[in-house]
């Protein structure tokens, strides 16, 4: 597989074509940005750390069934994707209280959610990202009535797979987001699974071991994801 042009940077991904036009080429890059890219820095290692991350992830979903764009790693930094149309909606699963839901509702944060909640919100950055529902996304378009229903059966197997996941690692999946997009007619789980995009908190203590920790300045941000990986199983050199 040769890598060709850049065809878009995210604020920590960057994506290349490749001389299959139905393949893309991801580089997890080091800089981390929070707060809609008000704040971003580089933390060495964390390219390295996600894209070993995401790869074990997507290989423990793909194996309870769940269809991933993921193809293999091709280096340190890089894996090889299927290019999906994405659907510009965000999925989100809360098992416990906090981020945005403690922030919107003022419900208490580490509340256990029975049962978990699904929210959607739209990929769009000059509106911030807004919270959505079925019923817009099907109105302008966004997703169909089929691929909203599909997204969330989707989601909530990835919960079934990674709750239990981490929880044999001693820790408690909070919440996640995943985006989903189109490949030959299938929905397939695309973009990234990694403590960028989930809370992960220590079982016991309540630790967190995510990007929160980046997002209050806790410190150990890279540290913990890898932490995180070795209680799952991951070796990073
Ligand atoms: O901020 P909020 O509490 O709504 O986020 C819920 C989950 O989705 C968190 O795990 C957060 O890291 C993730 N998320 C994300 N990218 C976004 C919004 C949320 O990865 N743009």
Known sequence: MEKRDALYAGKAKSVYRTDDPQRLILHFRDDTSAFDGERVESLARKGMVNNKFNAFIMGKLEAAGIPTHFDGLVSETE???????????ECVVRNLAAGGL????????????????????????????PMINESLAETFGWASREQ????????????????QLFLDGGMLLVDYKLEFGMFNGEIVLGDEFSPDGCRLWDA??????????????????????????????????
Do not use: S
């Not at 203590?205 to 991951?234: C, H, N, P, S, W």
């Open 102 to 129: 403690v922030k919107r509702l003022g419900i208490e944060e580490g509340r256990e959610l029975t049962p978990p909640t699904f929210e959607l919100f739209l990929k769009n950055d000059a509106q911030h990202d």
């Open 148 to 163: 909203l229903a599909r997204m969330k059966t989707l989601t909530f197997q990835v919960n079934d797979v990674l709750k």
């Open 204 to 237: 016991k203590t309540r630790e967190k071991m995510d990007k929160d920790r980046f997002r209050q300045g806790l410190g150990g941000v890279i540290e913990a994801y890898e932490e995180v990986g070795r209680r799952i199983g991951i070796e990073f050199d």
């Open 79 to 89: 894996c090889v994707v299927k290019k999906l149309e994405m659907i510009p909606v």
